[in-house]
């Protein structure tokens, strides 16, 4: 039955219109098109349309606005707050919009607004290129990459909004627009960050870099070794070169060939070095960390795609995330690390990470507004688990853990990392003063605040 709102004349004329599908609440199909990967997330939008093209994503969101429908735009599903859904709303569901084309010669990539981090990955690893993707396989490489994206390769190839080289957008009027360093600079540079606020992108083209090979080092402890484990990793890394990346975690001991049967199911502590070049070379990285004795290990080389998948978390678990970035990451800030990994849920695939920055994004020299990559140190707890009934524990970790390491905090914070957490929250992943830039953006392309259901910018309003 569709939404009392709508006449059934207008849905049909809709899916009349519409190259690819409409769901409504009670067709087939559409309880699939609404799961996303937080299974804490249970929206009923009034109206999916599946968009085929960017003319779909036109006419989606003009019938939107004509039936005064809040519009939810979906890449791939990965906000842990749940915004590429609504109730009783339209959902712009991007999926189908999945291109990825590799051009060798000018070493690009285009992608649909629906490509995901493997779309990207499988489409580039053939010629021996790659460019900053996420650290989740199934992440849709829209939201990811004008949020700021952060991933494996930033300390070498940067950021991923620093190899944006165009986007195409459908505004909030329906019109088609195209941003890049040429057409409308001011745009492009609020997309350096400033996510979905501004319009759907429907297309982006990034730059892409030579990796000819790919090797790691993941190495497992038992949990007493945790506190040696992490200021060894940290005080290698404060030297390690721009090809070095990785992290440093608790988790539980997964069912993998390389765990010890009775470890399976444990917490444990772990190490990673990720290496762009070969496996010797991140030997060399990870010997004071290879010196530690340990239960388990993957070294190897592989392709970089591959590696993408390798550490993916399932879909139908229940998550809550958030992160700080620290101007340092002293001992005392390790022993808080060390100990708060005691209030994770285990077993579960929750993960208390340690990520380094440093290097080339570092080193950007832009003014996007992404303030947080100035900070060596990123700490992300990151949860997630099976049952309700752990809810409270889990968000209860999270937000200790945050509370721990404040005295380090730079007040920035990466969005994409986090839930709804507040209006300042928002703030301080852009900067106070790159707000106010982007919100005389969002007034230009976003007048109305159509596109609100994100870390959201507010319009400016007219003097």
Same mark, same amino acid.
């Given at each position: 039955?569709? #939404?009392h709102?709508?006449?059934?004349?207008?849905?049909?004329?809709?899916?009349?219109d519409?190259?690819?599908?409409?769901?409504?609440?009670?067709?087939?199909?559409y309880?699939?098109?609404?799961?996303?990967? %937080?299974?804490?997330?249970?929206?009923?939008?009034?109206v999916?349309? !599946?968009?085929?093209?960017? /003319?779909?994503?036109a006419?989606?969101?003009?019938f939107g606005?004509?039936h /005064? &429908?809040?519009?939810?735009?979906?890449?791939?599903?990965?906000?842990?707050?749940?915004?590429?859904?609504?109730?009783? *709303?339209l959902?712009v569901?991007?999926? $189908?919009?999945?291109?990825?084309?590799?051009?060798? /010669?000018?070493?690009?990539?285009?992608?649909g607004?629906g490509?995901?981090?493997?779309?990207?990955?499988?489409?580039?690893?053939p010629?021996?290129?790659a460019?900053?993707?996420?650290?989740?396989?199934?992440?849709?490489?829209?939201?990811?990459?004008?949020?700021?994206?952060?991933?494996?390769? /930033?300390?070498r190839?940067?950021?991923?909004?620093?190899?944006?080289?165009?986007?195409d957008?459908?505004?909030?009027?329906?019109?088609?627009?195209?941003?890049?360093?040429?057409?409308? #600079?001011?745009?492009?540079?609020?997309?350096? *960050?400033?996510?979905?606020?501004f319009?759907?992108?429907?297309?982006?083209? &990034?730059?892409?870099?030579?990796?000819?090979?790919?090797?790691?080092v993941?190495?497992?402890?038992p949990?007493?070794?945790?506190?040696d484990?992490?200021?060894t990793?940290?005080?290698?890394?404060?030297?390690? #070169?721009?090809?070095?990346?990785g992290?440093?975690?608790y988790?539980?001991?997964?069912?993998?060939?390389?765990?010890p049967e009775?470890l399976?199911g444990?917490l444990l502590?772990g190490?990673?070095?990720?290496?762009a070049?070969?496996?010797?070379?991140?030997?060399? +990285?990870?010997?004071?960390?290879?010196?530690?004795?340990?239960?388990?290990? +993957?070294?190897?080389?592989?392709?970089?795609?591959d590696?993408?998948?390798? &550490?993916?978390?399932?879909?139908?678990?229940?998550?809550?995330?958030?992160?700080?970035? &620290?101007?340092?990451f #002293?001992?005392?800030a390790?022993?808080?690390?060390? %100990? $708060?990994?005691a209030d994770?849920? +285990?077993?579960?695939?929750? !993960?208390?990470?340690l990520?380094p920055?440093? *290097?080339?994004?570092?080193?950007?020299?832009?003014?996007?507004?992404?303030?947080?990559?100035g900070?060596?140190w990123?700490?992300?707890?990151?949860?997630?688990?099976?049952?309700?009934?752990?809810?409270e524990?889990?968000?209860?970790?999270v937000?200790?853990?945050?509370?721990?390491?404040?005295?380090?905090s730079?007040?920035?914070?990466?969005?994409?990392?986090?839930?709804?957490?507040?209006?300042?929250?928002?703030?301080?992943?852009?900067?106070?003063g790159?707000?106010?830039?982007?919100?005389?953006?969002?007034?230009?392309?976003?007048?109305?605040?159509?596109?609100r259901?994100?870390h %959201?910018?507010?319009?400016?309003?007219?003097?």
């Amino acid at each position: 039955m569709a #939404p009392h709102s709508l006449k059934d004349t207008a849905l049909a004329g809709f899916r009349e219109d519409l190259t690819g599908d409409v769901f409504v609440p009670d067709d087939p199909g559409y309880d699939d098109a609404r799961t996303v990967f %937080n299974a804490m997330i249970d929206r009923r939008p009034a109206v999916i349309a !599946q968009c085929a093209s960017e /003319e779909d994503v036109a006419r989606a969101i003009r019938f939107g606005r004509d039936h /005064e &429908l809040a519009i939810a735009v979906r890449g791939g599903g990965h906000s842990v707050a749940g915004m590429a859904l609504n109730d009783d *709303g339209l959902v712009v569901d991007l999926r $189908r919009m999945n291109t990825a084309e590799v051009d060798r /010669e000018v070493r690009t990539v285009y992608l649909g607004g629906g490509a995901t981090i493997s779309d990207m990955d499988r489409a580039t690893q053939p010629y021996g290129l790659a460019t900053t993707g996420g650290r989740a396989s199934t992440t849709g490489i829209g939201g990811f990459t004008l949020g700021g994206g952060s991933g494996w390769l /930033e300390r070498r190839c940067g950021l991923a909004c620093d190899s944006l080289v165009s986007v195409d957008l459908v505004t909030a009027d329906g019109d088609f627009v195209h941003a890049s360093g040429e057409d409308n #600079p001011e745009l492009f540079w609020a997309l350096h *960050g400033g996510g979905g606020n501004f319009g759907v992108a429907t297309a982006m083209t &990034l730059r892409l870099y030579p990796l000819p090979s790919f090797a790691i080092v993941l190495l497992l402890y038992p949990p007493e070794a945790g506190t040696d484990v992490i200021r060894t990793y940290r005080d290698l890394m404060e030297s390690a #070169p721009d090809d070095a990346g990785g992290g440093a975690l608790y988790l539980t001991a997964p069912p993998e060939e390389y765990v010890p049967e009775h470890l399976v199911g444990q917490l444990l502590c772990g190490a990673l070095v990720t290496y762009a070049g070969t496996e010797a070379q991140a030997r060399e +990285v990870a010997k004071p960390l290879l010196d530690i004795a340990h239960v388990a290990e +993957v070294i190897t080389e592989l392709p970089y795609a591959d590696f993408q998948c390798m &550490l993916d978390d399932p879909p139908g678990m229940r998550n809550y995330w958030s992160a700080e970035y &620290l101007d340092a990451f #002293p001992d005392e800030a390790v022993d808080l690390f060390c %100990n $708060r990994a005691a209030d994770m849920i +285990v077993p579960s695939n929750s !993960q208390h990470v340690l990520f380094p920055l440093g *290097g080339a994004v570092a080193r950007s020299g832009t003014d996007y507004p992404v303030p947080w990559r100035g900070a060596p140190w990123a700490v992300h707890p990151f949860g997630l688990w099976e049952n309700a009934s752990d809810d409270e524990r889990g968000k209860k970790w999270v937000r200790d853990f945050r509370a721990d390491v404040q005295p380090w905090s730079t007040g920035a914070v990466y969005l994409n990392f986090i839930g709804q957490e507040g209006g300042e929250r928002v703030v301080s992943g852009f900067g106070a003063g790159n707000y106010r830039r982007l919100a005389a953006v969002k007034a230009q392309y976003d007048p109305d605040n159509v596109f609100r259901l994100n870390h %959201n910018i507010e319009p400016a309003q007219k003097p």
